[in-house]
C-alpha cells in the first residue's frame, strides 16, 4: 500500500506515500540563498525513494526568520540556486515542495528583537524571544501578499508544490490560538475571525500558482496548551479548508511551548500512543472522516507495519516523517523492498534530562534546552549529510547542543554584517 501513488485534487500524482516532513535545514547563506550544500542533502535525501520531500521553512520576509540559515525568498534574485536546489531532488528521483512560512513571535532575539505576532504576547523561553507587536492590517496585507509572491517565486524556480507552514505556533497558528490572539478586530476573537488570515494566505497562494499545482497546509491538530487552538476548533477549520483548495492536509500539533515530537524525560507517553505508534493518529481518525482532501500524519512512525495499518485503517493517506531522514536516508526504499522493517529508534538517547541536569525536571527553562540539545543533533545529521557524509548516530547530544549555540550564535552575526 506504502508504495502506492496517490493522486492530488489538483491533477497532480505522488508516486508512493512517503513523504519527508519539514526540517529546516540551517544551511542558507548570510545572505539567505540557498547553497550547493542543498542540492547535496536534498539529493541524498531524494535516492532514498520518497515520493516527495518538504524543505525546511523558507520564510517570506526576510526580517522575520525562525533562525538565522533560513532560506528566504522574497523576489526572483536567488532563482538560480532555487532552482538547481530542485534540479538536485529531481535527480535523485522525488519531488521538492518548499514550506513558505512566517515565525511570527517565534522569531529569536539574535534575529530581530521585535518580531510581528497578532497581538503582544511574548514567548517566554530562556529569554530569546523579544516582545511582539502586534501586526497591523496594512502588514496583514503584507504578510498575504508575501506568501502569494513567495509560492510563485518557487514554482519558477521549478519546485512542484508548496506547503502553507500554519502548525507549531508560527504566525497562522499564532493567529489561529486564543492564547496569542487577543485582538479584537475582523482577524480575532471568534474562530471565523482567527482563521481569517490563514484562509486569505491560501487565496492568495493559489491565485498565485493556479489550479493545478499542489498546496499543502501543515496544521495543528490541537497546540496542546489550555486555552489555545483545540481539537474541535481544528475539525472546524478542517471544514473550511475543504472549499479553499488544498491538496494536501498535513496533521501536526504543539507550539515551541508545548512541542509534541521532542521527548521530556520526565514525560509519560500514553499507553495507547504507544501501541498506535504515531501520536496524532487519534486525531486524524476525526479528521480523516470530514477532510476531503488527502491526509498526511506526521509524528512518531517508525515501523512498516505501524505505518502499512495506518494506511489500510484509513487514518491517513501519507506518511510523514522527518527525523528518520537524518539518521537512515534510504529507509523509505528498505520499507517498500521490505528490507527494513523498524527505524533504529534514536530518540531516547538525546533526552539530557536525569543524567545531566540532575534529576528529571519540568521546569520551562529545561524543557526548552532539552528541546534545543535534540533539534541541535538532528542539525548535525543534517550538515554531514550536507556535506556528503554518513550521519553520526554516535554524536554526543551535549556537544550537540553547545555547537548548535555557538553556530546559531556565529550565523546570526555573519548574517547582521552581510
Ligand atoms: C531538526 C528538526 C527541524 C524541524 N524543522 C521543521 C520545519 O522547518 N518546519 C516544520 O513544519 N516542522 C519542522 N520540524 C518538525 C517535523 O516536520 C516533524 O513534524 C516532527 O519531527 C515529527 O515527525 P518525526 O517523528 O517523523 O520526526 C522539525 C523537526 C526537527 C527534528
Not at 515520493?51 to 521553512?57: D, W
Not at 512560512?101 to 523561553?125: F, I
Amino acid at each position: 500500500m506504502i508504495e502506492q501513488p496517490l493522486a492530488l485534487p489538483c491533477g497532480h500524482t505522488i508516486k508512493n506515500r512517503f513523504i519527508k516532513a519539514a526540517m529546516t535545514e540551517g544551511l542558507a547563506t548570510a545572505s539567505d540563498h540557498a547553497t550547493p550544500a542543498h542540492q547535496i542533502l536534498y539529493k541524498t535525501w531524494a535516492q532514498g525513494g520518497a515520493a516527495v520531500l518538504i524543505s525546511g521553512n523558507i520564510m517570506v520576509d526576510k526580517r522575520y526568520l525562525e533562525r538565522a540559515g533560513n532560506v528566504v525568498t522574497e523576489d526572483e534574485r536567488a532563482i538560480k540556486q532555487l532552482s538547481a536546489w530542485a534540479k538536485a531532488t529531481h535527480e535523485g528521483g522525488s519531488e521538492l515542495w518548499g514550506q513558505i512560512s512566517h515565525p511570527g513571535r517565534q522569531c529569536p532575539r539574535l534575529v530581530n528583537t521585535k518580531p510581528l505576532s497578532a497581538s503582544d504576547v511574548q514567548l517566554n523561553m530562556i529569554s530569546n524571544f523579544g516582545k511582539p507587536k502586534a501586526a497591523t492590517q496594512a502588514q496583514l496585507d503584507d504578510i498575504i501578499k508575501r506568501f502569494a509572491n513567495t509560492a510563485s517565486v518557487l514554482k519558477k524556480a521549478g519546485f512542484d508544490g508548496v506547503q502553507i507552514h500554519s502548525a507549531h505556533g508560527y504566525l497562522l497558528s499564532q493567529f489561529l490560538s486564543p492564547i496569542t490572539n487577543k485582538r479584537e478586530d475582523e482577524y480575532g476573537g471568534s474562530l471565523e475571525n482567527r482563521a481569517r488570515l490563514l484562509l486569505r494566505v491560501i487565496q492568495s497562494v493559489r491565485d498565485a500558482v493556479g489550479p493545478e499545482f499542489p498546496v499543502a497546509i501543515k496544521l495543528n491538530s490541537s497546540d496542546f496548551q489550555k486555552g489555545g487552538f483545540s481539537a474541535d476548533e481544528c475539525i472546524q477549520v478542517i471544514q473550511w479548508l475543504n472549499d479553499a483548495g488544498i491538496d494536501l492536509l498535513e496533521i501536526s500539533g504543539g507550539t515551541y511551548e508545548q512541542l509534541e515530537f521532542f521527548q521530556q524525560s520526565d514525560q509519560k507517553v500514553r499507553a495507547s500512543t504507544q501501541k498506535r505508534e504515531a501520536y496524532f493518529l487519534e486525531y486524524a481518525e476525526n479528521i480523516k472522516k470530514i477532510a476531503k482532501m488527502p491526509v498526511m500524519v506526521t509524528g512518531g512512525f517508525r515501523s512498516l507495519a505501524g505505518m502499512e495499518r495506518a494506511l489500510e485503517n484509513d487514518q491517513t493517506d501519507v506518511i510523514g516523517l522527518a527525523r528518520p531522514f537524518c539518521v537512515n536516508p534510504n529507509f523509505p526504499n528498505e520499507m517498500m523492498s521490505q528490507s527494513l522493517e523498524l527505524l533504529e529508534e534514536v530518540e531516547s538517547k538525546l533526552i539530557l534530562g536525569n543524567g545531566f541536569w540532575g534529576p528529571a525536571s519540568s521546569s520551562k527553562s529545561v524543557q526548552a534546552l532539552n528541546n534545543q540539545c535534540q533539534a541541535g543533533w538532528y542539525y548535525h545529521q543534517i550538515e554531514q549529510l550536507a556535506q556528503g557524509k554518513p550521519s553520526n548516530a554516535e554524536y554526543s547530544p551535549r556537544k550537540a547542543l553547545l555547537s548548535h549555540f555557538r553556530k546559531d550564535i556565529t550565523r546570526a552575526i555573519k548574517r547582521k554584517f552581510a
